[in-house]
């Protein structure tokens, strides 16, 4: 399942993607508790229904939802295959269904606890910014001012001219834990969706590490939509690319992943707890803009996009710096 942020009449709704719709879920549910007798003669079996309404109302934002169980999750997704079979045409319903195509998405995940990164966690991106291959994980901290939604401009700080790309992977947890073992980390697990690590590098190397560089406001494009761990059944062979302005820039594979994910969620776990919504971006591979030569940084008025197999494609324009 695709779980949204979108904005309808200009409030956040949470929503699923079905095809070329994004259903509502809130109008969805509260369809299937006014019209239960006609909708359940027709469509959905009585148990989807009862177990959506045991579980209470639907929950307020992103966070809430992705901690629902899988069973949940599975009569969810019943529920709303119901939905579009049998309201898609009634156009009476404009809240219950908006096009994907026209649709004001926002991150995912807009305030994250914590956002965990992975630093030269592809050994080509290691070699290509002169360092070794690392033995054990290199992480650090994004700050969450730094999260941004599809379609939401990257605005270039006035105090850098060297702001990169980072193609990333990125896992969002859906369960709290604590010392998880690896072979269980995938329960804590609720889903996928890309990140674009933007960093600036000249801020960078003048602060001889990474925090600031990393941290700008609207340096962690995220998105379009979370893709549930159900759905992609290894994260570990998927395709990941970065496009800028059309000219492919990073192209490889989830597979070359130094340290793998579950590895990542349980080592990280021994000395801090993973929180629902926390975000760990699994790092990027070779081809970024400060190791070609020349090298290559954005300006205002570029398009980055990044695709990763199974997942989607996310898509940000490039601003100017703001005046304020």
């Known amino acids: 399942m695709k779980l949204v942020n979108f904005e309808l009449e200009g409030k956040p709704c949470l929503g699923a993607v079905r095809g070329d719709l994004i259903v509502n879920l809130s109008a969805a549910l509260d369809l ?32 809430q939802l992705i901690q629902r169980d899988e069973v949940w999750f599975v009569a969810l997704d019943e529920v709303l295959s119901g939905v579009v079979d049998f309201f898609r045409g009634d156009r009476k319903l404009d809240r219950l269904f908006t096009s994907i195509d026209t649709a004001r998405l926002h991150a995912p995940v807009p305030r994250p606890g914590k956002i965990v990164c ?110 549930t761990r159900d759905e992609v059944p290894d994260a570990h062979r998927l395709r990941i690319s970065l496009t800028l302005n059309g000219q492919t820039m990073q192209d490889s594979n989830t597979s070359h992943m130094i340290f793998k ?6 080592y990280l776990s021994r000395t801090l707890t993973w929180e629902p919504g926390d975000i760990l971006s699994t790092g990027t591979p070779e081809g970024i803009g400060a190791s070609r030569t020349p090298p290559v940084f954005l300006k205002p008025g570029d398009t980055v996009s990044i695709t ?16 304020h």
């Open 261 to 266: 994910i579950p590895y990542l969620v349980s």
């Open 118 to 227: 992975m630093g030269r966690n592809y050994a080509e991106h290691a070699r290509e910014r002169g360092g070794e291959i690392p033995t054990q994980p290199i992480f650090f901290l994004k700050s969450n001012n730094t999260i941004c939604g599809p379609g939401e401009p990257i605005v270039l700080p006035p105090d850098s001219s060297q702001v990169d790309y980072e193609a990333e992977l990125a896992v969002v947890i859906g369960k709290r834990g604590k010392n998880i073992p690896e072979e269980r980390a995938y329960e804590h697990i609720a889903g996928y969706m890309m990140l674009n690590d933007v960093s600036a590098r000249d801020m960078q190397s003048a602060d001889k590490q990474w925090f600031r560089g990393k941290s700008c406001d609207t340096f962690a494009p995220t998105g379009p939509w979370i893709v």
């Open 308 to 323: 990763v197999e199974q997942v989607g494609t996310l898509t940000n324009p490039v601003g100017a710096p703001s005046p």
């Open 32 to 63: 299937v508790i006014e019209r239960v007798v006609k909708f359940e003669s027709k469509t959905t079996p009585s148990k989807a229904r009862h177990l959506l309404l045991q579980a209470g109302r639907l929950p307020e934002d992103m966070i």
